[in-house]
């Protein structure tokens, strides 16, 4: 059964930092992305950033230069570093992996969510 496991998060002021990291157990075939989706309260599920096995990173526009995500796919890891916070970013953030195992199609699997707060 796999399991992804969130550590981390936690409450902040504006301007600081926190890291959050996740751990996946379990066999995953064919994981080839990690990464991160927050959601606010009131708000739907938004992604925060992506690494590809390949290292290829992706962004949601609003994080970038404050935020870095790190990870190591072939070891089920991944850690997202959260600089310059604001009390937009408050949210639940959710680890994520995608593994897609040929003719299986996408398999997504996720975190049970870590509470991010920033304070004004």
């Known amino acids: 059964q796999v399991q992804l496991v969130e550590s981390g998060g936690g409450l902040v002021q504006a301007g600081g930092s926190l890291r959050v990291s996740c751990t996946a157990s379990g066999t995953i075939f064919s994981l080839n992305a990690m990464g991160w989706y927050r959601q606010a309260p009131g708000n739907q599920r938004e992604l925060v950033a992506t690494?590809?096995?390949?290292?290829?990173?992706n962004y949601t526009d609003s994080v970038k230069g404050r935020f870095t995500i790190s990870g190591d796919i072939a070891k089920n890891t991944v850690s997202l570093q959260m600089n310059s916070l604001k009390p937009e970013d408050t949210a639940v953030y959710y680890c994520y992996a995608r593994s897609q195992p040929t003719g299986w199609g996408t398999i997504n699997y996720w975190g049970q969510g870590t509470q991010v707060t920033v304070s004004s």
């Open positions: 690494i590809t096995s390949g290292g290829t990173t």
